[in-house]
């Protein structure tokens, strides 16, 4: 479901966002443009969702997400849409200049200003592009079956550019994932990938018999300069939501919260 939610100004209390710890890309997109990742931290759910879990179909009491969702648009801005998708691990896009209503994605578009494309994840791998110019902008859930499905490059392709993008017009930042020092699988995943692109081998490292280690930054970073991204505008990626207790992560304690990453543009 994409759902765009405006809340009454009323209802904004700074001490309840004041705690709101997050992560701001460091990446060189023009000013209007802002973008965060949350953290576990600032809200009021308990247990394995403490404390800022911001997913309504993980488990967590419906009143405390809710809570927590009104302190984040609180924390953006009333003036900020915030668009909930229900995500599917798959590659299917949604356009928010285009919005009719329910929809399930995993990546998120616009060049409307204060629409601001979402993703969740505990452990996969939120990606956000942005135009130089600074007037188109996405939001990309890319766990592993985002990625062997081309998730970055269906909406590079399809949404920023006819064709190969050109050096450095377009800029892509990594968000917290899970690292590949914590990130086992098998065998047949190791197989779906190389039988893809023989390149792919660089992403995995034999652990164990029949299991590997696998980058999804890697992964990501190999689809971004495929589509003619310059290496120079990929930033971010040195994240572990495994290990970093800021993060929520499945692999951790598969019941678990999600954290949003966002971006919008004033």
């Not at 505990?122 to 499905?149: E, M, S």
């Not at 990594?174 to 690292?179: C, E, H, K, Q, S």
């Not at 190999?222 to 991204?229: K, P």
């Not at 572990?240 to 004033?266: E, K, P």
Request: aromatic share 10%.
């Amino acid at each position: 479901m994409a759902t765009f939610v405006t809340y009454d100004r009323r209802l904004f209390c700074p001490a309840n966002v004041k705690n709101l710890d997050v992560i701001i890309p460091d990446w060189s997109v023009p000013k209007r443009v802002k973008a965060l990742t949350t953290t576990v931290s600032g809200g009021v759910s308990k247990g394995h969702y403490a404390s800022f879990n911001l997913g309504n179909r993980v488990g967590d009491d419906l009143q405390c997400v809710a809570e927590n969702r009104r302190r984040l648009q609180a924390h953006v801005g009333p003036s900020v849409r915030l668009a909930w998708l229900k995500q599917t691990h798959g590659n299917t896009i949604v356009d928010l200049n285009h919005y009719h209503g329910v929809v399930e994605a995993d990546a998120a578009v616009t060049t409307q200003k204060n629409k601001a494309c979402l993703v969740m994840t505990a452990d996969c791998l939120p990606v956000l592009l942005c135009n130089r110019q600074g007037t188109k902008i996405a939001a990309l859930h890319c766990g592993w079956k985002g990625l062997y499905h081309n998730l970055i490059a269906k909406t590079i392709r399809n949404y920023f550019s006819t064709g190969i993008v050109v050096g450095d017009s377009l800029m892509a930042w990594l968000g917290p994932a899970i690292g590949q020092q914590s990130y086992e699988v098998d065998e047949a995943l190791y197989q779906r990938f190389i039988s893809r692109d023989d390149n792919y081998r660089q992403a995995f490292i034999s652990h164990r018999p029949n299991h590997y280690l696998f980058d999804l930054c890697f992964i990501a970073k190999r689809q971004l300069a495929d589509c003619g991204i310059d290496k120079q505008c990929v930033y971010g990626g040195g994240f572990d939501t495994q290990s970093d207790q800021r993060f929520f992560s499945y692999r951790r304690w598969t019941t678990t919260g999600r954290m949003a990453t966002l971006i919008y543009m004033h």
